[in-house]
């Protein structure tokens, strides 16, 4: 993420809370749903729905990289 020059977002002075934080997130969606950004639970980087699948995983559905993390850090 590229550093702002917005001058209105500091830390307070116990460096725990925003005193102005501009708002959104770094994550925002062009449009539908389908084109959101999720992390896959095994290797946490951000890809397409489109590129992510449901797998069981410790008891709960999670999504995973499609077909696999190796696979798609090589394209």
Not at 2 to 8: F, I, L, R, V
Not at 11 to 29: D, H, I, Q, T
Not at 42 to 67: E, F, N
């Amino acid at each position: 993420m590229a550093a702002s020059s917005d001058t209105t977002t500091k830390v307070a002075e116990n460096g725990l809370r925003y005193k102005s934080k501009a708002p959104g997130s770094p994550f925002v969606s062009s449009g539908a749903f389908s084109s959101s950004t999720m992390s896959c639970f095994l290797c946490g980087k951000h890809r397409l729905r489109s590129q992510l699948k449901s797998r069981r995983l410790l008891g709960k559905v999670q999504t995973v990289c499609a077909p696999s993390c190796k696979e798609l850090a090589n394209t």
